[in-house]
């Protein structure tokens, strides 16, 4: 089974419908971290956590939220969504205890904005 | 302000030929050093690391990669390319401190011609 695991993998929505990516991990690391990735721009940071009760937006926060519901669960929310947020997106783990910030990607949710 | 370059956004070469990928990265001090491979529909596989030490790294499927302080760079090179390398590669800096967030380069596509 999958470390990081990512569900729904595809999601086609309308246009200020409010969408949930969730994201689960079994690697026990306590960092969690949610990106999106559209082509050209690599990859971005939307939002952190380093652990339940510490939230931190990344650099492109605007109209995403996130909920750490557990030490392995940490969900993305589109309130409403809209076209410019169609893209891939990627959770990721990290170990505080490594020390060195290795980050596990799961494989990714295509979310497309109609 | 941090920031990773990937100068080239595609590459093209032939099986059985050499590769470089280029990375530059601008950082206050020695970073925390990565490159991933995304394949078509993938997630993100880390190919190799480097956080101390002996500046030339071995990673996975035959790639290694160069610390080289003095250009800031950190490039990616196999001797001998496979149509299965075919590919997004993605060069990322990590925070040594602090928050320990990645930084993403804007990746470079490569394509092997058989």
């Known amino acids: 089974d999958a470390d990081v695991t990512q569900t729904p993998r595809n999601r086609i929505t309308k246009t200020g419908k409010r969408i949930m990516l969730e994201c689960s991990q079994t690697k026990g690391h306590d960092r969690m971290y949610w990106y999106r990735q559209d082509p050209g721009l690599g990859l971005r940071l939307i939002y952190y956590s380093f652990d339940v009760k510490d939230i931190n937006k990344g650099e492109i926060s605007d109209g995403y939220s996130v909920s750490r519901q557990a030490q392995a669960k940490f969900s993305l929310s589109l309130e409403s969504a809209i076209p410019n947020q169609t893209a891939l997106y990627f959770c990721?783990?990290?170990?505080?205890?490594?020390?060195?910030?290795?980050?596990?990607f799961g494989p990714g949710t295509r979310l497309t904005v109609l | 302000a941090q920031s990773v370059t990937q100068p080239d956004i595609h590459i093209t070469v032939s099986e059985g030929a050499s590769l470089e990928l280029r990375c530059n990265y601008s950082?206050?001090?020695?970073?925390?050093l990565f490159w991933y491979v995304q394949s078509p529909g993938q997630g993100l596989q880390l190919l190799l690391k480097y956080f101390s030490g002996d500046t030339l790294v071995q990673g996975i499927k035959g790639f290694e990669a160069e610390f080289k302080r003095s250009q800031s760079s950190f490039n990616l090179r196999k001797p001998s390319v496979h149509w299965s390398d075919a590919a997004e590669y993605f060069c990322a800096v990590g925070h040594t401190s602090g928050t320990y967030k990645y930084i993403f380069g804007t990746g470079t596509r490569l394509k092997v011609l058989a």
């Open positions: 990721a783990t990290s170990d505080t205890r490594q020390g060195y910030n290795e980050q596990f």
């Open positions: 950082y206050g001090a020695t970073p925390y």
